[in-house]
């Protein structure tokens, strides 16, 4: 049985589709795991053809047989080998190609430059931000599955509230959320479109080592199990009184939900409550002003001010150098989408755009605390998307 249904398919071809004519592309070539499983409802190795009118042409190189089962496109065809790929880009556009669109933000430059060899005297240009625009909105059909991913998170915070014991280490306590996750359904893998930006799960830590930073671009880093994978849980023993931070992320069926909570084995101090009081109060402040026509950029701003007028402007979203510049990110079949709630993203959102807001503050060699809801923007507000209470979790 396909995996996405074909009306579903269409919308999301005839969207691409106004993108490709006003950019004066004859077809977009699709070839990124993520971006191929929107458009197709499969990821067997391949190009998808979509012309700037007329039916996609899903060209399979491995597994064929697979992907006409797992795929509701009408044409899908065997294609043996990148030599082909010109007479195919012909067959679906109707007429030879002057010009097409790849996804230059990750195609590696050894396989474009095959691209342009199996392609000659065909222009190529940059189809990315197309595809990347039309995956920010979510569809009914999107939203029922992140709502399911939204689910199994809130069964992840809820196995570990019960498996949380004094001097386990962070590892000890990531496996076990990790296996309850898996037995649930969990995929597993976390795909992220940015350089680098690897993840698995999420990440889990406690006391100071939540405010150990490492390369990722992320608020919070942590040791990791070693130098070879240097973030997210380590070797640490957890203690009682100290905040642990829970940054993980539901997945199924492909769509994610990114979801943050602060746990603690007994009550943590003072500041660390107070911390954790103004993180929900920016949260709050931010889902207030979430509304068609609002900017990422005006989100990001209020976040900031919030900030400075609680007194953790030096420890928002990360300290010092080390602090990133935004406060939520759009998430979908990917963890790192559009739009970022951030400087720079003017584009005013829109009901169906779904995005996390995470407002942490870092406190080197002492700890972290954070929140983190995700949000779908409706006709007049938002919708939160994640089940947990917005609070500082204790057992």
């Given amino acids: ?18 993108h490709l004519a006003r950019l004066d592309f004859d077809a977009a070539l699709i070839t990124q795991n993520a971006d191929l499983f929107y458009f197709t409802g499969s990821m067997q190795s391949g190009v998808l053809v979509v012309p700037a009118q007329g039916c996609p042409v899903y060209g399979v190189r491995r597994i064929f047989e697979r992907a006409i089962h797992e795929s509701a496109l009408e044409r899908i065809v065997p294609l043996g080998s990148l030599r082909e790929l010109s007479s195919l880009l012909r067959d679906a556009a109707g007429t030879p190609p002057r010009r097409v669109g790849l996804e230059l933000d990750v195609l590696p430059v050894a396989v474009c430059e095959r691209f342009k060899a199996s392609l000659e005297g065909v ?6 931000t197309a595809i990347r625009l039309v995956r920010t909105v979510k569809s009914s059909y999107e939203l029922e599955r992140i709502r399911a991913a939204a689910s199994l998170a809130d069964e992840m915070l809820q196995s570990a509230l019960g498996m949380l014991r004094e001097g386990m280490t962070d590892l000890e306590f990531a496996a076990g959320i990790e296996a309850t996750a898996r037995c649930r359904g969990h995929q597993g893998i976390v795909r992220t ?3 680098n930006q690897e993840a698995y799960f999420g990440h889990v830590f406690s006391g100071a080592a939540a405010a150990v930073p490492s390369f990722p671009d992320l608020p919070l880093g942590g040791e990791g199990p070693s130098a070879a994978v240097p973030y997210g849980a380590g070797h640490r023993r957890i203690a009682a009184g100290e905040p642990v931070i829970m940054d993980y992320v539901g997945a199924l069926d492909g769509y994610i939900c990114d979801q943050t909570r602060t746990i603690a084995i007994g009550t943590p101090s003072p500041a660390f409550r107070a911390a954790h009081d103004a993180a929900v109060a920016i949260l709050r402040d931010v889902e ?3 509304r068609p026509g609002t900017t990422p950029q005006e989100l990001y701003r209020l976040a ?8 953790y402007a030096d420890a928002f979203m990360g300290a010092g150098p080390f602090r990133v510049r935004y406060v939520g990110h759009g998430v979908g079949l990917e963890l790192d989408e559009w739009p970022v709630l951030a400087d720079g993203f003017t584009t005013p959102l829109e009901p169906g755009v779904v995005f996390c807001v995470e407002p942490k503050l870092v406190f080197p060699g002492a700890g972290a605390v954070g929140i983190e809801d995700e949000f779908v923007v409706t006709a007049d507000g938002a919708e939160r998307l994640t089940l947990p209470e917005q609070r500082l979790f204790i057992v």
């Avoid at 222009?123 to 990315?128: C, E, L, N, P, V």
């Avoid at 900031?304 to 007194?311: I, T």
């Fill in 1 to 18: 049985m396909p995996s996405t249904p074909r009306d579903e398919l269409a919308r999301r071809a005839a969207a691409l589709q106004q």
């Fill in 123 to 128: 222009a190529i240009g940059d189809a990315s």
């Fill in 193 to 195: 479109r940015g350089w």
């Fill in 288 to 290: 207030a002003e979430i």
């Fill in 304 to 311: 900031v001010r919030r900030a400075e007028a609680l007194g």
